[in-house]
């Protein structure tokens, strides 16, 4: 269990920063199923909305904020994405809130296609969070950085789960704090035995500092465990 009280909450694959008022999610990948090679691929789109707004009317956030890669997109928008993304959209509208984007790096077709506001780091209503997508070295300082990229994932009887890492005072006195992908459509990278080296963010400079938590259903509620550095040998 971190040894510090976090001002942040996960639920479910997202993030809830209560004090800004706002729900962060990293990774949502619209159309990757679409762009695969699978004849019949999920309705992700449909997956992500449905889940967004059970998030949602459960938060009631005043804003929603994508930390990167909103799109699985590099030279055109595979088909259905529009529709899909628009759905996305009017989910958050219809929820009362704004949708602010952090483009990622599958983001090339990003401003062309989404309506809302899109900014390379964006500083929470709290005025001490930062949220990006993590794969650049942010240029705003903060006390406090919420990104994605890694797709970060546990792996705990030998099943592989999503999860957040919490790194404090991991990246220039700052903390970080890495979320899971929103899409169920990534496989996740197995933290469990990975090295500063094995990351993709230059934000994680030290992985055997970072707790890493994962979300119970059951108790509905994520459960934390000890840093990384401890994990490999409890795991």
Not at 17 to 23: C, G
Not at 28 to 39: C, E, F
Not at 98 to 126: C, F, K, Q, W
Request: aromatic content about 6%.
């Amino acid at each position: 269990m971190p040894d510090v009280d976090l001002p942040v909450s996960p639920v479910e694959r997202a993030l809830s920063v209560p004090a800004a008022d706002a729900l962060v999610v990293a990774d949502v990948h619209l159309g990757r199923a679409a762009d695969s090679s699978v004849d019949a691929p999920i309705d992700d789109g449909g997956d992500v909305r449905d889940r967004l707004a059970s998030l949602l009317e459960r938060t009631d956030p005043a804003t929603v904020v994508v930390a990167g890669d909103l799109l699985h997109s590099f030279g055109r928008l595979p088909h259905g994405v529009e529709r899909d993304l628009e759905a996305l959209e009017d989910c958050v509208a219809d929820a009362g809130a704004d949708l602010v984007v952090t483009p990622g790096n599958h983001d090339a077709m990003l401003e062309s296609a989404v309506d809302g506001e899109t900014i390379p780091e964006y500083r929470l209503a709290d005025g001490e969070t930062v949220v990006c997508h993590g794969h650049e070295r942010p240029e705003t300082e903060a006390s406090r950085y919420i990104i994605g990229h890694d797709h970060p994932a546990l792996s705990v009887d030998g099943r592989k789960l999503p999860c957040f890492l919490y790194g404090p005072d991991a990246y220039e006195g700052a903390d970080v704090i890495v979320c899971p992908a929103f899409t169920t459509l990534a496989a996740g990278a197995t933290v469990n035995g990975m090295r500063a080296r094995d990351f993709q963010s230059p934000l994680v400079a030290d992985a055997d500092r970072f707790h890493p938590a994962v979300w119970d259903d059951s108790s509905d509620e994520a459960l934390w465990f000890p840093p990384l550095g401890e994990c490999r040998r409890l795991l």
